[in-house]
């Protein structure tokens, strides 16, 4: 009996409350709209929950760096529109999805050198960066889509495919999740990544190397958010030089959501993937339910509210933390 009371209390400790509220919403939803429910559309709520996570996976790792990227939904437009402008010229799907992502990789490049050559704030250096790519993003369609007539049969199972009738690409995305989380958990480069992030002086007096890090963080942001605009085009068959619709909102509301869940107050990996399946729960089923658009996008709002003030107040917590720790280990020194 004191087993399963024990057990009970830890299934329903804080991080996993977040979780708990998802099966909610989505037996709630199941009751309330038998479309909701239907198998289609759940594959289809993690089809699109998938994306988000690959567009958003290195967002994740440079919030909990301490820092902010608002280049990802540009990002993407810029490497939908290369992959369509290079296959419309007769170069090969494979070979025109590694030259955009390559090429659309030099833009979070170029945000590291703001940051660590001119000192430019990354909100900053990120609106530049995010203002140039939108530009550049239309420059190449001359301001409108790019249409592909036929979509590469490989790009079309990736995106649509089922193995054993799971969807191809949760497989895939599992698989870079549990990469991901292995980085982040059980690397030298995640613990020195949550340093940073906590306390940025105290990481630094200890010999953590700040620029390489942010290098790494912000060319791996454009990259996956490359990578994830490539097998958009799968989904609109086109290059699309502005990706219409709330995925800015979205995509930040999952990573601070994401915070609320496994690591309380960090932004993590695995939290980042429960809070893209929750916000395209949410944003399914108030369409099938036909709430209004914004009441989904209010909702979203408080959700990336609550993300943001329990990342503030966790490392308010840690700064203090640390610094008491520093403050005794100076008067134990000085006795």
Known sequence: MKKTLSLIGRAFQPQYLMIWALIVMVVGLSIASPAFRSRDNLVEILRSACIYG???LGLTWIIALGEIDVTFPDIAAFGSMLVAYLVFNDIPWLLAIIIAIAVSSL????????????????????????????????????????????????????????????????????????????????????????????NR?????AGIPEKPIIYSFYILSAFLAATAGSLMVASYTAGQPNFLGTYFVDGLSIVFLGALVFKIGKPNVFGTLIGAIMIMVISNGSTLLGIPFYIGIILKGVLMVAGVAVISISRNRSMKRNKAERLAAAALDQA
Request: glycine fraction near 10%; charged fraction near 10%.
């Open 201 to 205: 002086q105290a990481a630094l007096e």
């Open 107 to 198: 833009w979070g490049l170029l945000s590291g050198v703001l940051i660590n050559v001119f000192k430019v704030r990354a909100l900053i250096a990120s609106i530049a960066v995010t203002t140039i790519a939108k530009a550049m993003a239309y420059v190449i369609g001359k301001g409108s889509p790019i249409y592909v007539p036929v979509i590469d049969p490989t790009v079309n199972f990736l995106v649509y495919g089922k193995i054993a009738g799971i969807p191809l690409l949760v497989i895939v995305v599992g698989v870079i999740y549990i990469v991901a989380g292995f980085i982040q958990n059980r690397t030298k480069l995640g613990q020195y990544l949550y340093a940073l992030g906590e």
């Open 54 to 56: 690959i567009m958003v």
